[in-house]
């Protein structure tokens, strides 16, 4: 059973347009999220992150929304740029769970010149 | 630089072999975690420890799977014996205080044939 679900497995956007990467949580107890990105052939590396008090956070290009009620989160990069493709993971953590994140399948973000 | 190093990068086995992967987390991160990323699954956690001791490893078949920290510098991942459905990348990551805020190592890419 998923708690974190990406549903788009891949997502292709122009240069300079944004790229909106979505993301569900089932689990209510989730109360910090994050978004991490992925190049090939190297780890995952922390990108941005928001907490269940908030519904935006900002920095820089990167943008995420967390909407509670619909639990639903997403990633906003505007403008996207050829070096954004990448594969994005959302994960969700909760104190109940030692605030180990549970991550999602991933959505592979190609960004074209 | 800081940051987690893991050997080796590439791994092809027949089945019934003994894999041993290892880890090298972050000076001072006191929390070290295994993934298994598959193209099905996503990112799996497979076992994390803190502060060397084994926390939570029931993302592991038991049978073949072991996971161990002998020092803080060390982290091992064993599968014995081997199977073809092993076959994925293996990672590790390490965290300090923030434990949702994962540093990942470049992975191990294992292929049992």
């Known amino acids: 059973d998923q708690q974190v679900k990406q549903n788009s497995p891949s997502l292709s956007v122009q240069e300079g347009r944004i790229s909106i990467l979505n993301c569900d949580y089932t689990?209510?107890?989730?109360?910090?999220f994050l978004w991490y990105k992925k190049y090939p052939a190297e780890g995952p590396t922390f990108l941005i992150s928001?907490?269940?008090?908030?519904d935006k956070n900002e920095d820089g290009r990167f943008t995420v929304f967390l909407n509670k009620s619909a639990k639903h989160l997403s990633l906003h990069i505007v403008p996207s740029q050829p070096g954004d493709s990448a594969v994005y993971f959302c994960a969700a953590s909760a104190w109940g769970g030692s605030y180990i994140p549970t991550f999602g399948r991933g959505t592979s973000l190609i960004v074209h010149p | 630089d800081a940051r987690v190093t893991q050997t080796p990068r590439h791994k092809v086995t027949e089945m019934g072999q003994e894999v041993t992967m290892r880890c090298q987390p972050i000076l001072g991160h006191n929390t070290v975690f295994w993934y298994r990323q598959t193209m099905m699954q996503g990112l799996e956690l497979l076992a994390y420890f803190r502060n060397r001791a084994p926390l939570d490893d029931s993302g592991m078949p038991k049978d073949r799977f072991s996971a161990e920290m002998p020092d803080a510098t060390l982290a091992t991942l064993k599968i014995q014996p081997s199977e073809p459905r092993d076959s994925a990348v293996y990672f590790c990551?390490?965290?300090?205080?923030?434990?949702?805020?994962?540093?990942f190592g470049p992975g191990t890419r294992l292929l049992v044939l």
């Open positions: 928001i907490s269940s008090i908030k």
């Open positions: 990551a390490s965290a300090g205080r923030v434990i949702q805020t994962q540093y």
């Open positions: 689990n209510s107890m989730f109360d910090y």
